[in-house]
């Protein structure tokens, strides 16, 4: 199952979340003409993409910012960009917009720092923006925990869209990336599952000043978890239209 949307609409243009989509889409597009030169990508790769074996020797530190605007395929910056664009917004429009793209540089540099301490010795390139999204993400769980989500179910033929609190589809989430970092072989290259986990955790931790601040657990009661906004409505059904056999 994947997130296709929530029901939580933003108070305000979420423009940082809209630019850090954009560098993203932009730097995947400019190293397009590179994508297919092994040795060019090789060398890109150690000089911006995090290597853990780099920091544990006291080099390489930038990649832990660099390696966040660097995706290894379509489909990895599509489903990244996808939960960006699905969580962001409404973590934007709690922290500032300012304060939003500090609290999304250090949940990613965290979530480096959790995969360094995870496979130290590795030197598998590591890239992705999904330590910081996954920072935005428990966020999200921590101030909206009953807010609706839209996820896509598949199952082997069922394909069907329905509709969740956010803290299942999260902790969920997570729940796959803690098992996933238990049964993953070192250095073999694959999901970093630790970095998500760890953006996850930081992600909870760095948005606690906000959450106490707007009251902690009264804010749960006050809004019941819910989005501050009204939901939004969706026109057309949450479900896949069956297509009959002939």
Do not use: C
Not at 45 to 51: E, F
Not at 144 to 162: M, Y
């Amino acid at each position: 199952m994947f997130p296709i949307r929530d029901h939580n609409p933003s108070g305000r243009v979420p423009y940082v979340t809209y630019a850090l989509i954009a560098a993203n889409i932009g730097i995947f597009l400019s190293l397009l003409p590179i994508s297919g030169d092994e040795n060019a990508m090789a060398q890109f790769y150690y000089d911006w993409a995090l290597l853990p074996r780099r920091i544990m020797e006291a080099d390489g530190y930038t990649a832990l910012l660099t390696s966040q605007f660097l995706h290894g395929g379509f489909m990895h910056i599509a489903g990244n960009m996808l939960f960006l664009w699905i969580f962001g917004d409404n973590v934007e429009d709690e922290m500032g917009h300012l304060p939003f793209l500090a609290f999304y540089l250090a949940t990613g540099t965290l979530s480096g720092l959790a995969h360094v301490v995870a496979d130290p010795n590795s030197l598998v390139p590591t890239v992705g923006a999904s330590g910081a999204i996954a920072g935005v993400m428990g966020s999200y769980l921590l101030l909206f925990p009953k807010a609706k989500v839209d996820i896509l179910l598949i199952f082997i033929i069922i394909f069907r869209i329905i509709s969740i609190p956010s803290w299942i589809m999260l902790m969920v989430w997570f729940g796959m990336q803690f098992i996933g970092g238990i049964g993953a072989t070192p250095d073999t290259g694959g999901v970093a599952y630790w970095a998500h986990a760890g953006g996850f955790v930081a992600g909870i931790i760095l948005t606690l000043p906000l959450w106490l601040r707007r009251g902690g657990p009264d804010f749960w009661r006050a809004t019941h978890g819910q989005p501050p906004h009204p939901e939004a409505k969706y026109a057309v059904p949450s479900s896949i239209p069956k297509v009959k056999r002939k």
